[in-house]
């Protein structure tokens, strides 16, 4: 049954129930809407005056009471787990409330103690006057192979290195080791069939968080890596400027009563302290991942991942370094996946660093299984379908079908069509050849036959509630790349929920071909799945068309 009714207001609109129960979006008033769905993206929009706190099982059971869910068994389970965890963050919260404010006295307390160490040994160095002018007696050909052009008062590498290490103990025979945080508890990785309600179940998490703990992210793998790469390009810069700029003596350094020797010596000392603190990067990057430390560090951390996936090298790197750090500096992780952690890396690559991130992972998550067999999307996309979206095969006939859906959607848009550029992380532009308030057209091989990525999809979705992509082509291994685009561009689409319009050579069943080269099993499971689900999420993008 399929009930639509006008809803006055700020924002007139059209609301829209779909039922049976295994269909669950509910559409509100803009100001109010919230998606709860089997499967996908759940509680995207929260309103500010009413906040859907589904966060344990009762509330669950709410749901399906509703006849906005379907009773399942086994996401009942994990509502259950996550709401065992839930009830374990509020006293974590207050813990590492705590904690933070123990660790803010020990940090300022050694770094005071450490200036003066350095002082010590600054007036030391005066005193015994090693920064006086070379004896003009000393040996010739000693002076003949003295390096030159080096500042006489910086002490070698490895002298400043060891300089470095006794004073940390000697920090650290004074006040103690850095104060050790309250064990975090265990967070869940949940992985499974696709549209078994793995990300569901992780946003009504989410979503129950909001005033429980402090620091709270949500991210999908494309936007993690993207944040990953904007992060490390910010810190590289920085350094680069900071080295450049770093011509002269801090000014801090300047107003010491010491000798111009003496201050050029504690300047080398406390560059090399930063050069230690900044060698790895991926820490520093993961520092600034989850919170702004600057602001107010007090409180837990949690990390919602959604699909994690290691689709090539950075990301198994990446992921190692910044996920095993948050969760070695107590960030706990709810993440889901296709796949259990040990199947993540059929291609091998990068195995050493690829065990060591695995091996994080299970210390610091338990592993909760969807043993769900049941494709929720696939039944709510089936259900729901009230016109035509992907049109196959590209025949005269099915290609003026198409033309016909695009004249009707850009009437309904209202406006005219032209061209526009839009722009996309890192300072780039990307061209949309055809668009029109909030509608956008492509050809297949403008977004997947290019080098694009998810960056350019991420702006297409942000830019427009409506996709039109036409030719798109019957693909199998000899061009793997073009379906790897085009499943990364069907995800950040419905991640932002865009509506969708195909058309194909081929249906989507057999959009995808075995060679010799192998299959894309794995690739069509993926993309038929995406381009069914894409259909209802049409009906919440036309609320933008008001009257």
């Not at 099982?57 to 509703?66: F, I």
């Not at 650290?172 to 990300?199: E, F, I, M, Q």
């Not at 998550?365 to 992907?390: F, L």
């Not at 030719?471 to 061009?479: A, E, F, H, K």
Request: proline share 4%.
């Amino acid at each position: 049954m399929r009930v639509r009714k006008k809803v006055n207001g700020p924002f007139s609109c059209h609301v829209i129930a779909l039922c049976p129960a295994t269909f669950a979006n509910v559409y509100f008033p803009v100001r109010l809407v919230f998606l709860v769905g089997i499967g996908g993206g759940v509680c995207k929009y929260r309103s500010s005056q009413t906040r859907i706190s589904v966060s344990d099982r009762k509330r669950y059971k709410g749901l399906v009471d509703q006849g906005k869910l379907q009773h399942d068994p086994y996401q009942e389970k994990v509502a259950l787990e996550l709401e065992n965890l839930l009830r374990r963050l509020e006293q974590y919260e207050r813990d590492m409330e705590e904690y933070h404010v123990n660790l803010a006295k020990w940090e300022e307390i050694r770094e005071n103690e450490r200036r003066r160490l350095l002082m010590e040994e600054a007036e030391a160095k005066q005193q015994a006057g090693i920064w006086t002018s070379v004896n003009n007696h000393r040996n010739r050909f000693v002076e003949r192979w003295m390096p030159r052009g080096k500042p006489e008062n910086v002490e070698p590498g490895v002298g400043k290195w060891v300089s470095y290490l006794n004073r940390e103990k000697k920090l650290d025979s004074l006040y103690g080791r850095r104060p050790t945080a309250p064990p975090a508890p265990k967070g869940l990785y949940l992985y499974g069939n696709v549209g078994s309600g793995k990300t569901m179940l992780m946003d009504m998490f989410y979503s129950a968080t909001e005033g429980i703990v402090t620091h709270r992210r949500r991210f999908h793998f494309h936007e993690a890596m993207l944040q990953i790469h904007e992060h490390m390009h910010k810190i590289w810069k920085n350094q680069v400027e900071e080295k450049s700029f770093q011509t002269g003596i801090s000014s801090w350094i300047t107003n010491l009563p010491f000798d111009i020797k003496v201050k050029e010596w504690i300047d080398a000392e406390e560059r090399y302290k930063q050069e230690v603190q900044m060698k790895n990067i991926l820490p520093a990057v993961a520092d600034k991942f989850l919170v702004d430390r600057q602001a107010d560090q007090r409180g837990a951390s949690i990390l919602c991942f959604d699909e994690i996936q290691t689709v090539d090298v950075f990301a198994i790197v990446a992921l190692s370094g910044i996920v095993s750090r948050l969760l070695s500096t107590g960030t706990v992780l709810v993440a889901t996946s296709n796949r259990a952690p040990r199947d993540l890396n059929q291609d091998g690559m990068q195995w050493e660093i690829f065990l060591k991130f695995i091996a994080k992972l299970e210390e610091h998550c338990e592993n909760v299984p969807i043993g769900s067999d049941i494709d929720y999307r696939r039944i709510i996309a089936q259900r729901s379908i009230d016109k035509v979206h992907y049109f196959w095969p590209l025949d005269s006939v099915i290609i003026n079908e198409f033309e016909n859906e695009w004249n009707e959607i850009i009437t309904q848009s209202g406006g005219r069509v032209t061209s526009d550029t839009i722009p996309v992380m890192f300072g780039r532009m990307l061209e949309v050849p055809q668009c029109c308030n909030g509608v956008a057209r492509f050809i297949f091989d403008h977004l997947c036959g290019r080098p694009v990525g998810a960056a350019d999809y991420i702006a297409i979705a942000k830019n427009y509630h409506t996709v039109f992509i036409s030719d798109i082509p019957v693909m199998s291994m000899r061009i793997r790349d073009k379906a790897r685009r085009f499943i990364t561009l069907i995800d950040e689409l419905y991640n932002h929920h865009c509506a969708l319009f195909c058309s194909a050579a081929a249906s989507i069943d057999d959009l995808f071909q075995g060679t010799e080269e192998g299959t894309l099993f794995d690739l069509e499971r993926q993309v038929c799945f995406w381009v069914l689900l894409l259909v209802p999420v049409t009906c919440c993008l036309f609320l933008l068309f008001s009257e």
